[in-house]
Structure formats: structure tokens, C-alpha cells
């Protein structure tokens, strides 16, 4: 192994210099003409969420004055500003409106949002018949809107996709609307697959993905990858190299320029490939092999806001959709062990984004290092943030959500592990230890131990994005 150098050090003995700034126009437009798009990452359209008012307004007792709808309206536009790719729609109220007719509008909407207005009972057959158009249904009832509510709960114990909310925290119908996006952005996905898939049965499996969730899993060869890393311009890969890692760098250990500007070429070709695909994510099982091992270029894409999952991992690239979608956040995928001493578990890995708070964050701090099981290539030690609470989770067998809750009391840089480390303190470490998994998880090795790790605490939100989905929610530990 090399002595390390700081940063500065190691561009002085860079030959890139001055020429960057002119080459940055050149990788621009090779990275927009190459596939003939001019938007990266792309965005997908609106989703789009149907609004419903339910309960008689005006001065009647237990009622809603007329002017809590246009509240209401005016909130719905803040949230369409804030999410920036949700679509508010309808918006009648019950009565007038006549309760059949508008069921039948609801129909090829994304989501529904209902307002419990008023009514003791008497609004509760109306939400009712609206939540059995099946959709994912919100109901959003404020106290003092009457005892209608008493009814509610019976449609999640029938498995009705509907969250409820009782509540007077308005915050709430931001979370939830956010939530409502997740199926159907994974409807309009494409995730490129390389060498094929690994995890459990369902997941592998193209056909079961997009029954379930929509989906479409894009095969490619390793090969394929060879040649279009071969095809990307070797300039605009020094100016990635440079701007993106070599000049953002704390410091760089063992790898070489060259093997830098490898790495970031391989990201070029990995990029033109999801333009070409209409990928929004991509794993690979050949991610530590030719031509170049993934882990630059699967940060930098959950760095972007899409998803780059190691080895195959068909489980986790899912769970990472889902998180991204619902929250905007990129996970790590980690290999865990326990310290029960400490009452933690120790996450480690040597792929990991340096924007854990998702696009428009600030980077982590991060070392360049040699992906440390081979010793070789090129990989990142990430520095996250102490005190930081995080979410870990794992999508399995398409219908179950293992999930925990944690927070980061340590960073460490032991050579035994992965480059990127960080040590959570979590609820009951031994007993989170005997549940691993609870039961419900089988396979081989990596589908048994990976997790991956996000930013906040999301239990609540999964919780009820299982409703609207449709799938179990189980926590370890």
C-alpha cells in the first residue's frame, strides 16, 4: 500500500490543469448528443392525486365554514411547489356533488386525498365509497370534524389501501402525498441489470417484478459494458475525474490518476447507457470486475437522485427506489455486524453516495481509496454524520419491508471492513441480533445480510406506505 497524499498534493502531479474548464463544454454535449436527450437525470411526469371534500360546510353544528376548502387549496399549492412533480386534480365537494359520479372520476388517478369535513356518521358511507374505487387513499380528518371517524379504522382492517389521519398537522398531507408517488414512478422504472440479478426468488424474477410492482428489468451483458466504456471520450472522462472526484477529494490514498479517470469513464458509459435504456436504476453482479469496478459510478448516481446498486442486489436496488421516490434520499448498502457491547450495529461498505441527504444536499466529506477486498480499483470512505438518525431496510420477496431505526454514534476506518464504516446505536442490539431477518428472510449470503441505510427516521412513513401498497411491514430487532 502507498503512503497517502492530501488532495493538493496530488494534483500537482496531475496533468489536467488548465484544459478542464474547455473540456467541460465537450463532455457536456457528448453526454446530451450521445443518446440525442438533453435532460439528465430525466424527469417522469406528474402524479397525479385527486381531491375530494366530503361533509356539509357553513354554520350547521360539527360543520367546516366554506372557507376551510379554500385553506386547504391554498396548502395543496405550497405542496405542488415543494414535491415539484405532483399534480393536485378534482376537488369536488360532497354534497353537492353527487357521490356516484364522483367515484367514477377517480378513476386513472395515481392517488386520492379525502377531507372528512363533518359528520358524525353520515359522511362515513360516502369516504366509504370512495375508498372502495381502490386506490391509494388518503383521509385526512382534523379534530372537531365530527364522529365519523369511529368508522374509519374498519377499512384498514378489511385491507383497504387507505392511510388515515386524524390529526391536526398539516405536515402530514405533505408526508403522505409524497408516499403516494412511489407506485407509480415504479410503474413508469427501468432498471438495466447486469449479468443478471441475485436476492430472493421474487425479485429476480422480471416477470413477478413487473406483475407486482410495474417495474422492467433491462438485461445487459458484461460485454455491452466493455464496449461502451470503450466508447466514451477519454477527455471528457479526465474532466468528470477532476470535477467531480479528484477535485473534491479530502484526500487520496492508493489509487492512481489513471484508474480515477477509468472509474469516471465507466460512470460516462454507464450514464449513456440509461439515457438509451430509459433506466432510472442499474445493479450489477460484475460490479467489481471489467471495465471498472462500480463503485464511483453507482455513488455518483444516487448522488444524482437515480440508483446504483452493487452486486446485483435485486432486494435492495427495489428498497432503494421506494426510499428515493417517497423521501429523495439515496441508500447505502451495507454489509452489517453487531457490537452488542456497545449495543450497535456497524454498518460497512465500499459503494456509498456522498449526498446522503439527497441532490440538492452538501457532500460528505470522502477519501479515495481502493475497494478494499481486492485491494484494487477504485472506491470511497465516506465520512457521515455522527448524531445522524437513520432508517435500515430491506424490500424482500416483494411483499415484506424489514425495517429498524438507529443513530450514528461512531465513524471508523477499520481495515478488516469496507471502506465507507459507521457505527448506530440501536433499540436492543442482542435482540435485533437473534431476529435478523424475522423469520421471514431466506437465501444465500448477501441476500441474508445486506441492508441498506437511510438518512431519517422513516418507520412511520413506510408504515403507511405499506397500506397504499399493499405489502407487510416488519421490524427487526
Known sequence: MSN?????????????????ALLGTRLGSWSTTAAGFEEWPPK???VKIYKVYVGRTGGIYLSRPTQEIAKFEKYLAKVERKLGDVKFIGGDLIPPAELDKVATKLVGSDGVLLFHLSGHGGGAPALGRLVNVGLPTAVFSQPFSGHGWMYFPQWQKEAKKVVLLPTSDWDELDRVV???????RLRQTRIIVVRGPQGTAAACSAEQVKKRLGAELVPISIEETVKAHQAVDLKAAEVEAEQYWIGKARRIVEPSREEIINSARFYLAVKDMMIKKRAQGITSSGCMGRPAKGCLTFSKLNDLGLVGACEGD??????????NYAFGIPG???DPVFDTARNALIHFHCTSATKMDGPNGKRLPFTIRTQSDSERGVSLDVENRIGQVVTCAKFIDLDTMLIST??????????LGCRTQFVTEVTDARKMFHNWGAGVLKGGVMTLLHRVVFYGDHLQSIKNLGVLMGFNVIEEG
Not at 4 to 20: D, H, M, V, W
Not at 406 to 415: N, R
Request: charged share 20%; no cysteine; net charge neutral.
Open 4 to 20: 497517502p497524499i492530501n488532495r493538493r498534493e496530488f494534483l500537482r502531479t496531475s496533468a489536467a490543469g488548465a484544459g478542464a
Open 332 to 334: 447505502f448498502i451495507t
Open 178 to 184: 409524497a408516499l403516494m408517488r412511489v407506485a407509480p
Open 314 to 323: 435485486m432486494d435492495s436496488t427495489l428498497t432503494m427506489l421506494m426510499f
Open 406 to 415: 438507529g443513530k450514528i454514534i461512531d465513524v471508523t476506518h477499520d481495515e
Open 44 to 46: 417522469m411526469p406528474p
